[in-house]
């Protein structure tokens, strides 16, 4: 009876994914993995995406968790195309996004004897991941790809990693894939301490001064409404870090910005002088806090997050509480009351208005009015960054209401991310528009995957800010090194006599490659733009283009930097404005 139950590991990988309710699998073939992929052959039900690397691959995937809520599922082969997942893999592990990364793995009487395209993929990944495991049983492998799923959506989501051996996927053992899962030892928070509760609302209802500080968490736990709520019954203003922005409507009275390195003046002025900050799903990374001692020191502060690790590892806390954000809050709105803070909140308004971040003081095309066209002309758009300086203008100057997604590599700072992140985000919604906004440094580090755009029918329209420089190195180079731009030029030659530094005029040879050209080699819509007034009409072209990609290059002065900084080592007092 039992060998008639019996099937073979590739169509017990199948009915999991079918089981977990998988609809999209993002994967690259090789010799370790053919096995997988020729059980998906038959699979109608499940699309399998082929990009044309396996670090795109994944950064799609993490698109595709973050725009839709799902797990994102990663197919690849043993060797380069495991070890190709791991920039994506700590990327998701940064920002806490669910996915499972399934490899091929040579056969388990081989493993250890340095075979072709072995690589213990598991020893490489366990520290930037949830959970990491080579499948040694055929009769586990049902358990285990139970439990990946489960870990990676529970509690601080996060990326998995299954390694599975050749001889596994195509041995023959149990059928049986299980509804449920027990861990011992994992047991992510469900309930709320009501003590901890109750000492938080008294900390804020005495506050005079108090602010709400908000993380990524708020919106992986689906707080925004409730996060609104709370605020407007507890009249307390809200500053966001990068990965939370969005949890409140930009345009609501009581947003005031982005706190850290590139917030606005008014959200770090904001956190160095309340007296109570109510900290929700925050990391309180350095990105966020300058100097440690500097940061919020005026203030008691509340730390809600569902991960126990991160409370008072960066900054010591009053009042911890280890939940999930929306749980967090709703427990918190049922005792909330109506705040005295209108002085306060003027105070902040007042220094939002006379201390705004702006470059209308610059001359020619700027990121503000690309990014300002954007919101004008795409209500509903999900917009995605790279990382530089197009992602911190953009998080600058996009604005949003509940209607648009905003995704970006937060922790891990990951170049070429945006890309494939929009190409994911679009085939997890089947819907647009879908904004990509780069650099011309880090799109060239994925821009092959205009190609499965193309195939795919995606209309991603991929803006490229293009200034010739990685942009955000050399902003620093010129502020702190006496403007030596040491590998930060993209024309640079070595003919060149790096005239640049005497008078800013650039010897290098002209820019390679030319975008335009390169977008049509790939069947997208080239568009360049070298002027402020022909902005609208290159979005009204990508806008009607709704069957390929598009590439929208903006060429615009390399002078061109972001303020207000604050330097590394600075408090956040200590802003710089340009």
Wanted: aromatic content about 8%; glycine content about 10%; hydrophobic content about 40%.
């Amino acid at each position: 009876m039992e060998d008639i139950m019996a099937i073979k590991g590739t169509e017990l990988f199948v009915k999991a994914l079918r089981a977990e309710g998988v609809d999209t699998v993002f994967g690259y073939p090789g010799g370790m993995a053919i096995d997988l992929f020729d059980a998906l052959y038959s699979a109608n039900d499940i699309d399998v995406i082929l990009p044309r690397h396996e670090q795109a691959l994944i950064h799609e995937a993490d698109g595709y968790a973050r725009a839709t809520g799902k797990v994102g599922v990663c197919l690849v082969t043993s060797g380069p195309g495991a070890t190709n997942l791991v920039t994506g893999i700590a990327t998701a592990n940064f920002d806490s996004v669910p996915l499972v990364c399934f490899t091929g793995q040579v056969s388990r009487d081989l493993i250890g004897n340095d075979a072709f395209q072995e690589v213990d993929i598991v020893g490489v990944t366990r520290n930037i991941c949830k959970y990491a495991v080579t499948v040694r049983d055929r009769n586990e492998l049902p358990t285990i790809i139970k439990k990946a799923f489960y870990i990676a959506r529970t509690g601080k989501p996060g990326p998995v990693v299954i390694d599975i051996p050749k001889d596994i996927q195509t041995a023959m053992g149990n059928e049986e894939y299980p509804e449920e899962i027990a861990i011992r030892g994992y047991k992510p928070a469900s309930g709320v301490h009501a003590g901890q509760i109750k000492k938080a609302m008294s900390m804020l209802k005495s506050a005079k001064k108090p602010v709400i500080l908000v993380g990524g968490g708020v919106r992986i736990a689906g707080a925004e409404e409730v996060l609104t709520e709370f605020a407007e019954k507890m009249n307390i203003p809200v500053i966001t870090t990068i990965m939370g922005k969005g949890a409140m409507s930009s345009n609501h009275r009581l947003y005031v910005g982005n706190i850290g390195m590139y917030g606005n003046y008014a959200s770090n002025m904001a956190v160095s002088e309340c007296d109570v900050l109510l900290a929700i799903g925050v990391r309180f990374s350095d990105r966020i806090t300058g100097t440690i001692e500097d940061f919020a020191k005026n203030a008691k502060i509340i730390h809600v997050d569902i991960d126990t690790a991160s409370i008072s590892r960066n900054i010591v806390v009053n009042i911890p509480i280890v939940a999930d954000a929306k749980l967090a809050i709703e427990e918190m709105l049922k005792s909330a009351v109506e705040g005295k803070h209108d002085a306060w909140i003027d105070k902040l308004s007042d220094w939002k208005d006379k201390m705004p971040i702006t470059m209308k003081n610059y001359e020619g095309m700027t990121p503000e009015m690309i990014i300002d066209a954007i919101n004008r002309k795409f209500p509903e758009a999900t917009v995605t960054t790279d990382v530089g300086q197009n992602q911190l203008w953009t998080t600058q100057y996009l604005k949003m209401d509940g209607r648009r997604k905003f995704i970006t590599s937060g922790g891990l700072g990951t170049m070429g991310y945006g890309l494939p992140a929009a190409i994911g985000a679009y085939l997890g919604q089947e819907k647009g528009p879908v904004i990509c906004i780069s650099g011309d440094g880090g799109v060239q580090m994925n821009i092959q995957e205009l190609a499965t755009a193309s195939l795919l029918d995606v209309p991603v329209i991929l803006c490229i800010i293009n200034n010739t420089y990685l942009g955000n190195v050399k902003q620093m180079q010129k502020m702190f090194y006496d403007k030596r731009y040491s590998s930060t030029c993209l024309r640079y030659s070595r003919s060149c006599n790096r005239q640049c530094r005497i008078d800013g005029t650039c010897t290098g040879k002209q820019y390679v490659p030319d975008f335009v050209k390169l977008a049509e080699s790939y069947n997208a819509l080239g568009i360049r733009v070298t002027d402020e007034k022909d902005i609208d009409e290159a979005f009204d072209r990508a806008a009607a283009n709704v069957n390929r990609p598009t590439v929208i290059e903006f060429m615009i002065s390399c002078e061109l930097d972001v303020y207000p900084m604050v330097p590394g080592g600075k408090a956040l007092t200590d802003m710089l404005f340009g």
